[in-house]
């Protein structure tokens, strides 16, 4: 897949595809402040595969730091990193092949957006911790509690604060 969009220049930062289904993290840098834009997802396949595009901006960010992806056949989906800096924020995305079914996200994150697929019977979601990370070096997991008996494919990323 590729994204464009918005007047930016996007680059990949992580990609999780060990099981059916592709979980990617994007970034890209404006300058200012954007408005009026349009981000689009274009498939490297030739046929039409489901999917979900969750753009999220953030003010006085200074990069990605840390990035990390998972897989498993069954289980709880979790994936887990180690932050750089003190005050990031970790965000992570997945996609389970097996059912269109809402995830129960663990103790302290959210769910920033989740497209139940019933067409495709798939699930896309954006998750993220509630709050920044106080110190580095913490292990950050974003995890969910159900379902657990899904293929899952989640990668995570670190948000660093402003310096």
């Known amino acids: 897949m590729t994204v464009s969009g918005a007047g930016l220049t996007w680059t990949l930062v992580q990609r999780t595809n060990a099981r059916h289904g592709t979980s990617e993290i994007w970034e890209a840098f404006a300058p200012a402040q954007l408005s009026n834009v349009t981000v689009t997802s274009t498939q490297s ?10 753009v999220v901006a953030f003010v006085g960010a200074s990069g990605v730091g840390a990035s990390a992806s998972a897989n498993r056949l069954t289980g709880a989906p979790s994936v887990a990193l180690t932050t750089t800096a003190a005050g990031s924020w970790v965000f ?3 996609n389970d092949w097996d059912r269109a079914t809402a995830r129960v996200v663990g103790s302290g994150q959210v769910i920033v957006h989740q497209l139940l697929d019933n067409g495709s019977g798939d699930t896309y979601w ?12 913490s292990v950050v997991t974003i995890n969910d ?10 990668s995570a990323v670190e948000i660093l604060p402003s310096p």
């Open 92 to 94: 992570g995305v997945g």
């Open 145 to 154: 509690t159900a379902p657990t008996t899904d293929r899952w494919n989640p």
């Open 45 to 54: 396949k030739g046929k039409s595969l489901g999917q979900s595009l969750t």
């Open 126 to 137: 954006t998750q993220s911790q509630a709050a920044p990370t106080a110190p580095a070096g």
